[in-house]
C-alpha cells in the first residue's frame, strides 16, 4: 500500500527567476542572494518541485501582481473559471430578496 506524490508545480513567467531555481548555488549576476534562502533549488533537486513556464498573457498571477485593465481582470479570471457579478444584478437581486 502507497501513496503516488505528484510533484508540486510552479508556473513562472520569469526566464530568470527559473533559471535562478533551476540550478544550485547562484551565478555571478545574483551574488546578493542569499543561499541558504534558496529553498525551492533544494526542493527540485530533490525531485518535490518542478518549475514550468507560463506565457506571460496567460499567467494568472498577473491578477495579484500587476495593474491591470478591467477587460484583462475579466480575461484572467475566466481562466481561472471565476467571474465578476455585475452590480446591478446583486443590488436587483437583493432588493427581491426583501420584497418576499
Not at 38 to 61: F, K, M, R, W
Amino acid at each position: 500500500m502507497g501513496f503516488k506524490v505528484e510533484r508540486l508545480k510552479i508556473y513562472s513567467d520569469s526566464s530568470a527567476a527559473r533559471g535562478i531555481i533551476g540550478r544550485l548555488g547562484v551565478g555571478k549576476k545574483a551574488k546578493h542572494i542569499c543561499t541558504k534562502n534558496l529553498l525551492v533549488q533544494n526542493l527540485i533537486d530533490e525531485g518535490i518541485v518542478t518549475v514550468l513556464s507560463v506565457p506571460t498573457l496567460t499567467n494568472v498571477a498577473g491578477l495579484f501582481t500587476n495593474y491591470l485593465t478591467g477587460d484583462r481582470i475579466r480575461f484572467l479570471l475566466g481562466l481561472m473559471g471565476a467571474y465578476i457579478v455585475p452590480v446591478a444584478n446583486v443590488e436587483k437581486a437583493n432588493s427581491q430578496d426583501g420584497d418576499l
